[in-house]
């Protein structure tokens, strides 16, 4: 069963910080990419970041460079989500996904997702 859960989320005032976890299945993390991505109210779902399967190469959204950290634990089968000065605008569902063959930021192409975990700044 591939399963993908998400933790870390909460409130937290503008200008802080958050880390986000995601534990994976074995059978499916040491072979995947692992993405974020994030839905805010009224809005599609964005890609935030990812990492590729060995670690070694990551990609963010511009929105977001510069201030949020990806990285994997291959040993732990967990991928980190790490967030500084974080914005209002960051305010949304964060979304952990996986996908095999594919490094990139289309969401169609990530094949399983968590559940999400809640994340709200404040001004």
């Known amino acids: 069963q591939v399963q993908l859960t998400e933790s870390g989320g909460g409130l937290v005032q503008a200008g802080g910080s958050l880390r986000l976890s995601c534990a994976a299945s074995?059978?499916?993390?040491?072979?995947?990419?692992m993405g974020w991505f994030r839905q805010a109210p009224g809005k599609e779902r964005e890609f935030v970041a990812v990492?590729?399967?060995?670690?070694?190469?990551?990609y963010y959204a511009d929105s977001v460079k510069g201030r949020f950290t990806i990285s994997r634990d291959n040993a732990k089968n967990t991928v980190y989500l790490q967030m500084n000065s974080l914005k209002p605008e960051d305010t949304a569902i964060y979304y952990c996904?996986?996908?095999?063959?594919?490094?990139?930021?289309?969401?169609?192409?990530?094949?399983?997702w968590g559940q999400g975990t809640q994340v709200t700044v404040s001004s």
């Open positions: 074995v059978r499916i993390f040491s072979s995947y990419a």
């Open positions: 990492v590729h399967w060995s670690g070694g190469n990551t």
């Open positions: 996904a996986a996908t095999n063959f594919y490094y990139g930021n289309g969401k169609g192409r990530y094949d399983y």
